[in-house]
């Protein structure tokens, strides 16, 4: 397991953008990387992931288009660049770690997770 720890969450007006990161403890090389979310009330979900060297990228539809995932293995770093942001938008945006260089883990297979940072949109 990695340690991961997130920053750039924030207040933002709708139609502004955020850029959250994921710093790992150890080497990310190995790892499938991702992000979810998790709103008030509301049960995790997944938002965004990115294979061990960034040849596969998946998006869940409700952020295709506004948001990018990144890595830089050398900095060990995650990055979700959101854009448009739209109060739906409005959660906790966790890290996690699934440690395969394979296909797309399911949500299961991620071990390791950050604390999470807020982001909060208004309209």
């Known amino acids: 397991q990695v340690q991961l720890v997130e920053s750039g969450g924030g207040l933002v007006q709708a139609g502004g953008s955020l850029r959250l990161s994921c710093a790992a403890s150890g080497r990310t090389s190995n790892y499938h990387m991702g992000w979810f979310r998790q709103a008030p009330g509301k049960e995790r979900e997944f938002v965004a992931s990115i294979s061990w060297n960034g040849g596969s990228i998946y998006y869940a539809d409700s952020v295709k288009g506004r948001f990018t995932i990144s890595r830089d293995n050398a900095k060990n770093t995650v990055y979700l660049r959101m854009n448009s942001l739209n109060p739906d938008d409005t959660a906790v945006y966790y890290c996690?770690?699934?440690?395969?260089?394979?296909?797309?883990?399911?949500?299961?297979?991620?071990?390791?997770w950050g604390q999470g940072t807020q982001v909060t949109v208004s309209s």
């Open positions: 996690a770690a699934a440690p395969t260089r394979g296909t797309r883990p399911m949500s299961s297979a991620y071990d390791s």
